[in-house]
């Protein structure tokens, strides 16, 4: 079992930067892949970006490539996201998410196991 907590969003000005963290409980952070995920209004959830349990594979969606990072610290138990170039279309509640896997290399994109409770972030234009 695995509890995941993001830290505050905010309000940003389009242009602007935030950074996102997560901090899990549980002993199996280190061998799970991290995902983070994002739900404007009135849309589905979707993903956002991902990196495995070997903190070198990520994936991102088209939409973030070269705006957002995503990294890790295994000692802490924590993944962080990154978020320059802000747009007002970055406008959403974002998830943390959590799947352990066999697999170092695995970046999933979806059939998350665990996930936080969301915070909100909000791109003024």
């Known amino acids: 079992q695995m509890q995941l907590t993001e830290s505050a969003g905010g309000l940003v000005e389009a242009g602007g930067s935030l950074k996102l963290s997560c901090e899990a409980s549980?002993?199996?952070?280190?061998?799970?892949?991290m995902g983070w995920f994002r739900q404007a209004p009135g849309k589905e959830r979707e993903f956002v970006a991902g990196?495995?349990?070997?903190?070198?594979?990520?994936n991102y969606d088209d939409s973030v490539k070269g705006r957002f990072f995503i990294s890790r610290d295994n000692a802490k138990n924590t993944v962080y996201l990154q978020m320059n170039s802000l747009k007002p279309e970055d406008t959403a509640v974002y998830y943390c998410?959590?799947?352990?896997?066999?697999?170092?290399?695995?970046?999933?994109?979806?059939?998350?196991?665990?996930w936080g409770q969301g915070t909100q972030v909000t791109v003024s234009s």
């Open positions: 549980g002993r199996t952070f280190s061998r799970s892949a």
């Open positions: 998410a959590a799947k352990p896997l066999l697999h170092s290399h695995l970046v999933p994109t979806e059939r998350y196991d665990y």
């Open positions: 990196i495995a349990w070997n903190g070198i594979h990520r």
